[in-house]
């Protein structure tokens, strides 16, 4: 019987400890989540809109926002191929 008590409480251990390797490893996944999505939610520095100011950057349309850069693409020396 002390035996059996003394079994359990070994896997009881070894289990726990495999959740919290488990549990370290999904807090770095929700972690590393979390740097892209906040990352992609950054603002555009003035520099990429061209001295567009930031709050008219992010009213503009998709439309709009293709277009300009359309414009600023034909400016590249040397000039971009499709």
């Known amino acids: 019987m ?3 008590i003394e079994d ?3 896997q009881n251990l070894k289990i726990r400890a495999e959740m919290r390797m488990e549990m370290g490893q999904m807090r770095e996944q929700i972690n590393k989540m979390f740097e ?3 990352w992609n939610a950054a603002p ?3 520099v990429a809109t061209k001295g567009v100011a930031p709050s008219a950057a992010t009213q503009e ?7 300009r850069w359309r414009e600023l693409a034909t400016q590249v020396q040397p000039p971009l191929s499709e």
């Open 36 to 38: 892209i999505i906040t």
């Open 61 to 67: 349309g998709f439309k709009d926002c293709a277009q």
């Open 8 to 10: 359990l409480e070994q």
């Open 44 to 46: 555009t520095p003035a």
């Open 2 to 4: 002390e035996q059996a």
